[in-house]
């Protein structure tokens, strides 16, 4: 089975432009979560979709949005960037409705200048 | 709230020593644990994970990592290090909340090998 994809892996973009990344599931798995990754505040929660559902969120402001398409694949979606969304934005997905184990894209890389 | 605590931010070792990347877990309830390992501007790769079971658990590039469940800890062990297992780990831990599992992660630990 092919691995959880991300495209695109880098990405560089400036102040108050909006971004979309996406990433793709490991064939039948419905769940995808997304999370943040910067040297200062380590793995940080976004959301996660079961099923085209947002069933999980963590804090972070609303100008971070996503969403799943029936086929599983999920996008997200950061408007008016700031320079402290740099960072490496990762998806996993779950093979089960519980999400008792994750399994980790290679990462969006974002630079906001 | 759940909370996964990896004591050590950086670990230096010397190539084929042994080492242990020490991870606790706050839960009164199950828990699923995982070791994840991330190298550099990469994503996040699977090592092991205690879903159930033995307490000692093996996983790829010779690490091992044992539950403790009266010590709520899962710390991850290999015997001889390379040169190539320098990287960040990471302990996650997977609690019951509701009706799904949310996931947790420690800090990262920073294995630094050195020759």
């Known amino acids: 089975k092919a691995g959880v994809t991300q495209t695109p892996r880098y990405l560089i973009k400036t102040r108050g432009q909006q971004v979309t990344l996406s990433c793709s599931p490991i064939s039948g798995h419905r769940s995808v979560s997304w999370y943040q990754q910067t040297p200062g505040q380590g793995l940080q929660f976004l959301f996660e979709y079961f099923s085209e559902t947002q069933r999980n969120k963590g804090n972070f402001p609303g100008r971070f949005s996503g969403r799943q398409f029936s086929n599983s694949r999920s996008e997200m979606n950061v408007s008016t960037l700031e320079l402290g969304d740099s960072a490496l934005y990762l998806c996993a997905s779950s093979p089960r409705d519980r999400v008792d184990e994750q399994f980790f894209g290679p990462g969006t890389r974002l630079t906001v200048l | ?115």
């Open chain 2, 1 to 115: 709230a759940q909370s996964v605590t990896q004591l050590d931010s950086q670990v230096p070792v010397f190539e084929e020593a042994p080492v242990e990347l020490r991870c606790n877990y706050s839960s009164s309830v199950s828990v699923y644990l995982f070791w994840y390992v991330q190298y550099p501007n990469q994503g996040l790769q699977l090592l092991l994970k205690y879903l159930s079971g033995s307490t000692l658990v093996k996983g790829i590039n010779g690490f091992e990592a044992e539950f403790n469940k009266s010590q709520t800890s899962f710390h991850l062990r290999k015997p001889s290090v390379h040169i190539s297992d320098t990287a960040e780990y990471f302990c996650a831990v997977s609690a019951s909340s509701y009706n799904f599992n949310k996931f947790y992660f420690g800090s990262g630990t920073k294995l630094n090998v050195k020759p």
